[in-house]
C-alpha cells in the first residue's frame, strides 16, 4: 500500500471527526508544553515521557470519534500521517488534501485486505 492512498483511504477518514482531528493537532504543543517543562525543571529523566500527551489525546480523539487507531495496523504509516496532518492543519491545505469520498463522508473506515 502506497502512503498516498493510506492517507486518503484510511487515515483521514478515520480523523474526520473534528473532535478527534483537534485532540490530535493539540497533542503536539501539549508535548512542547511538558517538554519545556522538564527543562525548566531540569529533570531530563522526564523526558521518556515525551511521547504521552499526543498519544494520549489521539487516543482520547478515537474514543471520541468511535472507531480505532490506524498506529496499530500501520505504525509508521500512521507517524506520516500524523506529520502530513499537522502540516496540512497549520499551511491550510488540510481541508484540499481530502478525497471526494472523505469530503462526502462516504468513505470506508476499515480496511478489509
Not at 473532535?19 to 521518556?48: F, N, S
Not at 478515537?62 to 500512521?78: E, I, K, M
Request: aromatic share 14%; charged share 10%; hydrophobic share 45%.
Amino acid at each position: 500500500m502506497t502512503f498516498t492512498r493510506f492517507y486518503a483511504d484510511i487515515y483521514l477518514p478515520r480523523h474526520a471527526d473534528p473532535a478527534c482531528k483537534w485532540l490530535h493537532l493539540i497533542g503536539v504543543p501539549a508535548a512542547a508544553v511538558y517538554g519545556g517543562l522538564v527543562a525548566w525543571l531540569g529533570q531530563w529523566w522526564l523526558l521518556v515521557f515525551l511521547p504521552v500527551p499526543p498519544y494520549l489525546l489521539g487516543f482520547l480523539g478515537h474514543v471520541v470519534a468511535h472507531n480505532q487507531p490506524t498506529t496499530f495496523r500501520y505504525p509508521l504509516l500512521s507517524i506520516l500521517g500524523y506529520g502530513k496532518m499537522l502540516v496540512g492543519a497549520l499551511t491550510g491545505r488540510l481541508r484540499r488534501t481530502r478525497s471526494p469520498a472523505v469530503a462526502a463522508g462516504t468513505a470506508r473506515t476499515e480496511d478489509t485486505s
